[in-house]
Nanobody, 121 residues
Framework: QVQLVESGGGSVQAGGSLRLSCAAS????????VGWFRQAPGKEREFVAR?????????YYADSVKGRFTSSRDVAKNTVYLQMDRLKPEDTAVYYC?????????????WGQGTQVTVSS
């Protein structure tokens, strides 16, 4: 069993930056994939980024955020981060982190509660 808690959301003007944190407890994320997703009102949940917690060699980003968002992890803190730069109003959404215990990056069994990101123009 893994519990995930997102933090770091807030309001920022277009072009600004935020860093989201996803703190895990209950189990180490060492063998997990961790994904970032977002959902805006009236829209489907969409994939944002994925990181292999064992290292930085298998990080993948959606085209909409590629070059602007960077995911990383701190093994000692059992935490994954999403650095968001050059934010756009269309990035406004609730952001969720999720953990995939299968290690395949496609079975996100554990989800956090989400954190709101609002980008104003």
């Amino acid at each position: 069993q893994v519990q995930l808690v997102e933090s770091g959301g807030g309001s920022v003007q277009a072009g600004g930056s935020l860093r989201l944190s996803c703190a895990a407890s209950g189990r180490t994320l060492r063998t997990y994939f961790v994904g970032w997703f977002r959902q805006a009102p009236g829209k489907e949940r969409e994939f944002v980024a994925r990181i292999n917690f064992s290292g930085d060699l298998n990080t993948y980003y959606a085209d909409s955020v590629k070059g602007r968002f960077t995911s990383s992890r701190d093994v000692a803190k059992n935490t994954v981060y999403l650095q968001m730069d050059r934010l756009k109003p269309e990035d406004t959404a609730v952001y969720y982190c999720a953990a995939d215990p299968s290690g395949l990056g496609s079975n996100y069994h554990y989800w956090g509660q989400g954190t709101q990101v609002t980008v104003s123009s």
